[in-house]
């Protein structure tokens, strides 16, 4: 490469030629994937304070989350936080949560489980489990839509092969609890799909709150193992 | 998206990149050092029919006893602290008194190999969590079939 190449990529804006926007996006889902991976299997290992660590790799995926929405100019409607689709996504969202509730019962009832919706948090009152569940619904769906979905879209365009990386990504991200990668698949396709209809993050969290307390409340809990990911999994706290 | 803001992204993935692969590194130093004492020395010297015996200081403390377990064929047998009298251990100025040494009655075992770990315990600062640090090699060791009346070897003793 002679200087005068070399001079030229240095400079700030020509490093924006060097990679394509398929590209940018794919760079973009790995990396907020391995923020990720590194909180649930490496920082999760740590104990006592310094479990604090966790909050580094997650940190650094909101940061660059955010500043990417910045930076390409995506606004807060774009990405889902708006209220004038919501009965249009919650109409989207409603008869496969119907079917999802009934396979899980039917799970249940071959299984020999028994159903209790109680069962959630023993010590927590069922309607502040339920609000908390939405508050980490809430931000595992923006991941997941605002950023990882909308990525996707960049290099698949809409459709199920895009909605089906979501999913795969979703799944993937809860390993290894078998039961909640399946679950977590099934959730991320149906998720994935309606955000590319109607993007609410909002209906999505509620959703996600929803069907947490459904799998809970049906599925046998040794199969579910505490909901337990990554390194925890194999831990007992 | 313009160049300018797209060689800001790339920039920031860069940054994040570094940043996590610090991170990373950070933890894995860490864990070694949570889950293994640099300082720990011991010697296993003897591992036969009747007894596996050694010693161990923790270089950084040595007026404290480490415990150790005695594991056969990956199998644990026994743990008790390394406080036997060992002046050999304190003459070669490895610990600053004469009691590090460990001894194990061997128990009874099938005829054949069979091998020896001692590993030491090393509990977190907590307590909450304990790892186990091999203390030097392993040792092998054989145990003869009895013989038998006859002379030969029991079925009991040289079946494997």
């Known amino acids: 490469m002679s200087s005068m190449e070399y001079s030229k990529l240095e400079s700030s804006e020509a490093v924006g030629d060097v990679i394509g926007d398929r590209a940018l996006a794919g760079w973009e889902i790995a990396s907020v994937v391995s923020s990720i991976f590194i909180a649930e299997w490496l920082a999760s290992v740590a104990v006592d304070w310094a479990r604090i660590a966790v909050a580094f790799p997650i940190g650094l995926a909101f940061v660059l989350s955010i500043s990417s929405h910045r930076l390409r100019g995506e606004t807060a409607r ?3 936080f708006r209220f004038d689709n919501f009965f249009r996504a919650a109409g989207l969202l409603t008869l496969p949560m119907i079917v999802t509730a009934i396979v899980c019962l039917a799970i249940a009832w071959w299984a020999g489980e028994r159903i209790d919706f109680w069962r959630w948090h023993l010590s927590r009152p069922l309607a502040v489990q339920l609000i908390l569940g939405f508050a980490w619904g809430f931000v595992q769906q923006y991941m997941l839509q605002s ?18 990386v979501v999913a795969a990504i979703f799944a993937g991200l809860h390993l290894p609890n078998p039961a909640l990668v ?56 | 998206m313009s160049n300018k803001p797209r060689s800001k992204l790339i920039h920031l993935l860069i940054s994040k990149s570094i940043a996590e692969a610090v991170l990373v590194a950070a933890i894995a130093v860490g864990f070694y050092f949570v889950t293994s004492n640099p300082d720990l020395r011991g010697v296993l010297d003897v591992a036969n029919t009747e007894t596996v015996n050694g010693w161990a200081v923790d270089e950084a403390r040595p007026w404290t006893r480490v415990e150790v377990q005695l594991f056969i064929d990956n199998e644990f047998v026994a743990d008790k602290t390394a406080a036997e009298f060992r002046p050999d251990v304190h003459r070669a100025r490895r610990a600053d008194d004469d009691w590090h040494g460990f001894v194990f009655a061997t128990p009874p075992l099938p005829a054949g190999e069979h091998e020896a770990r001692v590993y030491a315990l090393l509990p977190n600062a907590t307590g909450t969590r304990r790892t186990l640090q091999l203390i030097e090699k392993p040792l092998r060791f054989r145990i003869e079939p009895e013989p038998t009346r006859l002379g030969f070897p029991s079925e009991k003793d040289g079946g494997r």
């Not at chain 1, 950023?147 to 089906?164: D, E, T």
């Not at chain 1, 998720?191 to 993007?199: E, G, K, L, N």
């Not at chain 1, 969290?205 to 459904?214: F, G, V």
């Not at chain 1, 599925?219 to 706290?237: Q, V």
């Open chain 1, 78 to 80: 774009d990405l889902g």
């Open chain 1, 147 to 164: 950023l990882v979905n909308r990525r996707a879209q960049i290099i698949w365009g809409k459709g199920w092969p895009s909605v089906l």
């Open chain 1, 182 to 237: 399946v679950a977590t698949f099934v959730g991320g396709v149906i998720w994935a799909a309606v955000y590319q209809r109607a993007p609410n993050i909002f209906a999505l969290a509620i959703s996600h709150s929803l069907m947490t307390w459904i799998v809970v409340s049906t599925l046998p809990a040794p199969a579910l193992h505490h909901l337990r990911i990554g390194f925890r999994y194999f831990g007992s706290n």
